[in-house]
């Protein structure tokens, strides 16, 4: 008799939006082979890292309006923080220099804007069959010249692993594919599709000119794809 097993899909590749970025612009094999491995086997502790950080960042931009005490004071609170394993005692001395990095920074003015928290839902683009994570953190919208437009910030909060403009520069085209694929009725522009290097202190934004890098973001991802099971 013949036994018939539930057939089970297999996981799409996957890949961080500034991963992917990452990717593209380095020419190391041994590089690029990293990038995918630490992709597909994640450490877990990898995605908590500055979670302090970041969430004080993203109220800042909601609540702050140019205001940075509240930054100060919850720099002062991590501060008389310890804690029982030295890796919560590092992500905490980590968020302290994130806080202390982007309280020096000059930082943007969205007070005519209505700002939000970014929920993250339906996040993914998927990329000739790689889950391409976008993950902004801030979605502001407003008007421009009558008629309204939406625009996001992405967050890259990494110590000793800043992003450049090459890389930059493909996050944010495809925070701009992202806004409009899920906020399409209203108009996206360039200058509002942002990512913030807080420890650089830079800003990117999206170039007018993207149809050459989506095509050399899609050719990654399609040797993403071949790569993937071999890994």
């Known amino acids: 008799m013949a036994h018939f ?79 029982k394993t030295s890796f919560r005692n590092q992500d905490n001395q980590l968020s302290i220099e994130a806080l202390s990095a982007f309280r020096k920074t000059k930082t943007l003015d969205l007070s005519n804007f209505s700002v939000s928290r970014s929920d993250n839902k339906g996040n993914k683009l998927n990329v000739n069959g790689v889950d391409v994570s976008i993950d902004p953190d801030i979605v502001f919208h407003g008007k421009f010249k009558g008629k309204p437009f939406v625009g996001a910030i992405k967050l890259h909060i990494s110590k000793g692993n800043n992003l450049d403009s090459n890389s930059g520069k493909y996050v944010c085209t495809l925070l701009r594919h992202y806004l409009q694929i899920n906020h399409g009725s209203s108009m996206i522009l360039p200058e509002f599709c942002i990512l913030f290097d807080i420890f650089s202190g830079q800003y990117f934004f999206a170039p007018k000119a993207f149809k050459t890098l989506r095509k050399e973001i899609e050719a990654a991802c399609e040797e993403i794809t071949r790569l993937w099971d071999k890994l």
């Not at 970025?21 to 491995?37: C, H, N, V």
């Not at 004080?56 to 931009?61: A, C, M, N």
């Open 5 to 83: 097993a539930k057939r089970v899909a297999k996981p799409l590749p996957r890949i961080s939006v500034n991963k992917l970025a990452q990717y593209i612009t380095t020419s190391s094999p041994t590089k690029r082979t990293g990038i995918l491995m630490g992709q597909k086997y994640p450490q877990g502790f990898v995605v908590t890292r500055y979670n302090d950080a970041r969430s004080t960042i993203v109220d800042y931009f909601l609540k702050g309006k140019g205001d940075k005490k509240a930054v100060e004071a919850k720099i002062g609170d991590l501060l008389k923080r310890t804690y």
